[in-house]
């Protein structure tokens, strides 16, 4: 038993440079610090010891245009270890001269993130390219290998790729209100053979979508920053799905939802003929393909008294009390918290009967929104203040209710509140009574008569005191002369 360890020590020893074998080192390699308007430049990424499965949108970098990638691989023997190497080279093709800046940026290569701090990028005039003079001397090795031939310009030609475009949705008929997630994706099968790449993704997506997106939905986007590569199995077959666009819509009348077929150009690679080892293995080429038109129904609603007022989803009920005994005139604070899958951005308010016995105050109301794994989830919260003016037991649900309908279950639910509020102290009733008061002026109204009287008054006596006040004056004036 005791000799069984240092053989055990040995066979560990003899496996760690096997071991080592797969460890993977990912970097990246920027291109010259100047270039020629005839050159190009290139960023590449290496990944040691592995395959590439997945990468990332290489940069835009101003001054300069892309102009499609490629891919190397080597492998080493030295002292019987074996390494390996596989890289995909960008390359980008100077449009003017001047001084450019790569900014910093960050690539995600088999879910691994690598960054870079960019580099200043010298575009100069176009570099004189020298030809080596020992090509054109006469060498009896090349007529033994034929480079003295001239070369044949190599030929590609178009493999038929195994995959497609599509537009689905979760749904094919909805109620008015409720929700579906319409995914916008490409598709790749595991026995394709055609190489692939996507192409100014960004840009294709905005002008796609103004024809996309329909009119009569509210939209809750997912967006999607990245795209990645996951695997679905569709009839069957294995593919790998790359999601461009995802979005949650809520129809908003009865007009069926219509998404028309629309274009995505990718990179298609046409692949040598004939590859050799010293000659480019493929041409870049594009390649449109098509989405079919997708047609989502609405249907209406159940009858009901509120069914053009309602939310559609499935929600539940979430309370809270600060206190449940208060007095008269004492204030608490309420929380309706609806939380649950919908539209949680057109959830309406709720609708508060008036009353005297409690005097509630419009709420502070907040909002929590989720978009995840194809489900719009959240939360809307209102806040209330309440001041009783009565004392007595108050059932809540008589003053708080919400509401909904359920598409799952197709029926109507209402979510009402559970507390119960005790109020002690004395009635404020008087206290409101002179508050309101308006004076000893409005309170003799209720004693005050109220007969029809004629404004058509007898004006004799007016008359007659006129006549005085004449004669008094023409009496004053009188004595005043006379003196």
Excluded at 120 to 125: A, D, E, F, L, V
Excluded at 330 to 345: D, P, Q, R
Excluded at 349 to 363: G, H, N, R, V
Aim: hydrophobic share 35%.
């Amino acid at each position: 038993m005791k000799k069984s360890k240092p053989i055990l020590l040995l066979v560990a020893f003899m496996l760690l440079p096997l071991a080592s074998l797969k460890a993977q080192d990912i970097s990246i390699q920027l291109g010259k610090d100047e270039v020629g308007l005839n050159e190009l430049f290139t960023i590449t990424v290496t990944l040691q010891n592995g395959s590439i499965k997945s990468y990332s949108d290489f940069p835009e970098i101003d001054g300069f245009a892309k102009r499609g990638t490629s891919s190397s691989s080597k492998t080493n023997i030295v002292n019987g270890q074996i390494t390996s190497s596989q890289s995909i080279i960008q390359r980008y093709l100077p449009l003017e001269e001047g001084t450019f800046t790569l900014n910093s940026f960050t690539m995600e290569l088999n879910g691994t993130s690598i960054s870079s701090n960019g580099k200043t990028i010298k575009i100069t005039p176009p570099v004189e390219r020298r030809r080596n003079s020992r090509r054109n001397r006469f060498d009896p090795f090349d007529d033994l290998f034929g480079r003295n031939e001239p070369r044949k310009a190599p030929e590609f030609v178009d493999v038929k790729e195994d995959a497609f475009l599509a537009l689905t949705t979760d749904k094919d008929e909805v109620y008015v209100g409720e929700g579906f997630t319409t995914t916008f994706a490409f598709y790749v099968a595991d026995a394709n053979r055609a190489p692939l790449q996507f192409h100014e993704a960004g840009k294709q997506l905005s002008t796609i979508l103004k024809d996309l997106k329909p009119e009569n939905c509210w939209e809750e986007n997912f967006n999607i920053e990245n795209i990645y590569g996951e695997r679905v199995t569709i009839g069957g077959k294995n593919y790998t799905r790359y999601k461009i666009y995802q979005a949650a819509f809520y129809p908003l009348n009865l007009e069926p939802v219509v998404f028309p077929s629309v274009p995505f150009e990718m990179i298609k690679y046409r692949v040598a003929k004939s590859p050799s080892f010293f000659g480019r293995d493929r041409e870049e080429d594009f390649k449109t393909f098509n989405t079919r038109e997708k047609t989502v129904k609405v249907k209406a609603l159940p009858p009901h008294p509120l069914k053009d007022a309602v939310a559609v989803g499935d929600f539940e009920l979430d309370e809270k009390i600060d206190k449940t005994t208060v007095e008269t005139g004492e204030s608490f604070e309420y929380t309706f918290n609806i939380y649950g899958e919908g539209n949680i951005a057109g959830i309406p308010d709720l609708t508060i009967p008036s009353t005297k016995t409690i005097d509630i105050y419009p709420p502070n109301v907040s909002q929590d929104i989720n978009r995840g794994s194809g489900r719009v989830t959240g939360s809307k919260q209102y806040s209330y203040f309440g001041i009783p003016n009565e004392p007595g037991d108050y059932d809540l649900k008589d003053y708080f209710g919400w509401v909904f309908f359920n598409p799952e279950k197709e029926t109507y639910d209402t979510l009402k509140s559970t507390v119960k509020l005790k109020v002690t102290g004395e009635s404020k009733k008087n206290v409101s009574i002179s508050s309101t008061d308006l004076g000893s002026f409005y309170d003799n109204i209720d004693v005050a008569s109220n007969e029809l009287k004629n404004l058509n008054e007898d004006k004799t006596a007016q008359i007659i005191a006129n006549l005085l006040i004449i004669a008094m004056l023409a009496g004053a004036g009188y004595l005043f002369f006379k003196k």
